[in-house]
């Protein structure tokens, strides 16, 4: 009985660990500017993102795609000299909403990938 109690709490354990170590090594946006989800009100020359865990220089990918599906950023992704932060340059963006499609792996080698959006208001 008792053995089967610490067999329990040992493989409880061990789950526990797995599941924390993989949430802690992959690498997650914490940060974006523009935010998601934002109206800003007058174009950004660039987009930023900040992760959560470091970064590979290599395999990053960062798209700002208009309404049409054409990319707005200019040349590659820029990786900030902290290890985790990502950026582009924008070509001068008209008012609309842009979805911002970002791919990176993990020092971990973990691929992650993810989309959200920000819009340009009207008029300045
Ligand atoms: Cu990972």
């Known amino acids: 009985?008792?053995?089967?109690?610490l067999g329990w709490l040992g493989i409880t354990l061990i789950g526990l660990l797995a599941g924390a170590g993989?949430?802690?090594?992959?690498?997650?946006?914490?940060?974006?500017?523009?935010a998601a989800g934002a109206t800003v009100s007058s174009a950004p020359p660039e987009v930023?993102?900040?992760?959560?865990?470091?970064?590979?220089?290599?395999?990053?990918?960062?798209e700002v795609l208009d309404s049409s599906g054409n990319n707005d950023a200019v040349?590659?992704?820029?990786?900030?000299p902290d290890g985790s932060t990502l950026s582009a340059k924008l070509a001068p963006l008209k008012p609309g909403t842009y979805?911002?499609?970002?791919?990176?792996?993990?020092?971990d080698t973990h691929r992650t990938q993810g989309?959200?959006?920000?819009?340009v208001a009207n008029g300045d």
């Open 1 to 5: 009985m008792r053995a089967a109690r």
């Open 22 to 34: 993989g949430v802690l090594a992959h690498s997650f946006p914490r940060e974006e500017t523009p």
């Open 48 to 62: 930023v993102i900040k992760f959560d865990a470091p970064i590979e220089k290599v395999f990053a990918q960062l």
């Open 75 to 80: 040349g590659q992704p820029i990786h900030g």
């Open 99 to 107: 979805t911002v499609k970002w791919a990176v792996v993990g020092a």
């Open 115 to 119: 989309s959200y959006t920000f819009t």
